[in-house]
């Protein structure tokens, strides 16, 4: 028994949820396989034949498409991890127990995004490993950090997107609503196939789009940016802002539906 | 607490923890609002409508549960407490329920709390189970813990409760101990046929209340079936068969949190 007023250190709390978080992804092979290799499968399909090529700009096409590669990577360990944790979560009911916990919310949200941050970092040194091993890309290892930097530091409206996609949809939805969400948006952003070549109307639409800015993160760290970093940050920005608060919304529909 | 389904067990669970708002008044804990995280740190929870992750080891989640609490108890030691020393490996995912039921009770207590909230604990648990879990309450009660438990069986209440709270529909409609509860809880059933179609009003004024009537059989829950009977005949009631036997406890409760309005 404790002492009236004692509670537990944050800093405990949050260790031992970021590393169960961990645990229970990596058990989870449907997870932990495909984020990994479902990225290395891509660029060997869509990057390895043009690895030799160059850019107008004189920018290596491999390291161009192993820049795209890498934003889709990240991109989509935020939005399936977390769109399909959140709502497996709330289908097993989870958050019932957890609410009950000393746990703050706050702390198990910021486990989820440790989690989430180290399987990104996890997929990209595997994609990258690949491409410069297999791929025979050639970048200083200081640009491959850059880029392993921006891209972690801009997932937020990744992380926004997944959790509203995790509070909005059922455990047997989420995942066909995540790809349905995620792949065109990656397709339509040039990080499978680089724009140049999608149709017309695409490329009108893609700078509107936030896998387009975050796309761009990646490129400016091999020199192949089509916007100001400032540009890509501010829209990148307002997308968080917009699916958080989608995300928000839905957290509070569910909080009064169930606890109100 | 004790109650039919639907009384409102699950709800006064969830006022008294701060998962749902009351729409009047205040729920406190240790003088705290019960959501506050220095009150949630001592006390202990087990919920009737929630789960866990199946990938993770018993030890495992009791370990992480630990974390959340100032002075947890060893997680060996909830383990043990809870019956489940040998599956402390097993991944939750391959428990049963009665084994998964045995683990929401280790984490339940696996923090040392000063108040544990069990919302119907024994469904799903075997006798093997559930016997455990009971010798486990009362070495939690001797140590000086307040134990909060619904239940819609007065028998696991009074072998549990010091004190039984009924409530039904949101309401209280008795709050006593065992003992007490029980003398206002009638004893007997008698179960009898008339001769002809039989009528509340067969009934009226009788020391005992009436738990079903259909048609030509009637069984009536008292304290007195003797004069009950006595009475019956000097009216002049023909009876084709009776039976009186002691009433099972659970239709006694029936009767007793059944109000008026809603007697058939």
Known sequence: ???????????????????????????????????????????????????????????????????????????????FGFGIGVSTERGLKVDVLMRATPLPPAIAILAKVFNALAYALLSLVVLIAYGVLVGGVRESPLVWLDMIARLLAGSLPFIALGFSIGYRCGP??????????????????????????????????????????????????????????????????????????????AYRSEESRKFG | ????????????????????????????????????????????????????????????????????????????RAIAMAGLTEKADARIGTLSGGQRQRLYFA????????????DEPTVGMDVEARRAFVASIQT????????????????????????????DRGTVIA???????????PGKKITLTGSRPLTRADFDGLDASVLRLDRDRASLLSNEPAAVLRELFRRGLDLVDLEVTGADLEEAFLALTRRPDTAP
């Open chain 1, 1 to 79: 028994m404790s002492a009236p007023g004692a509670t537990a250190p944050l800093g405990r709390m949050l260790l031992a949820q970021t590393a169960s978080e961990l645990r229970i992804r990596w058990r989870i092979p449907a997870f932990s396989v495909t984020i990994v290799a479902l990225p290395v499968l891509f660029f060997t399909f869509f990057g390895l034949p043009y690895v030799r090529q160059t850019l107008p700009n004189g920018t290596s096409l491999g390291a161009y498409l192993l820049a795209s590669f890498a934003a889709y990577s990240v991109g989509s360990v935020m939005v």
């Open chain 2, 175 to 185: 709050d006593a101990s065992p003992r007490e509860l029980k003398a206002q809880v």
């Open chain 2, 1 to 76: 607490m004790l109650g039919p389904n639907g009384a409102g067990k699950t709800t006064s669970i969830s006022l008294m923890l701060g998962l749902r708002q009351p729409t009047a008044g205040q729920a406190r804990l240790f003088g705290l609002p019960p959501s506050d995280r220095r009150a949630r740190s001592r006390c202990g929870v087990m919920l009737q409508e929630s789960g866990t992750t199946s990938v993770l080891t018993v030890r495992e989640i009791v370990d992480v549960f630990r974390a959340y609490y100032p002075a947890p108890l060893l997680a060996e």
């Open chain 2, 107 to 118: 984490l339940a207590i696996c923090g040392d709390p000063e108040i544990l909230f069990l």
């Open chain 1, 172 to 249: 047997n939805v989420a995942p066909a609503a995540a790809n349905l969400v995620y792949l065109p948006l990656s397709f339509a952003s040039g990080l499978f196939v680089p724009l140049p070549q999608l149709p017309a109307f695409v490329r009108r639409i893609a700078p509107y789009l936030p896998t387009y800015h975050y796309g761009q993160l990646a490129w400016s760290s091999v020199g192949a940016a089509a916007e100001p970093l400032l540009t890509s940050l501010a829209w990148l920005l307002g997308y968080t802002v917009l699916f958080l608060a989608i995300a928000l919304r």
């Open chain 2, 140 to 167: 939690l009660a001797d140590a000086g813990k307040t134990i909060v438990f619904t239940s819609h069986y007065l028998r696991e209440a009074e072998e549990l409760a010091r004190r039984i709270v009924v409530i």
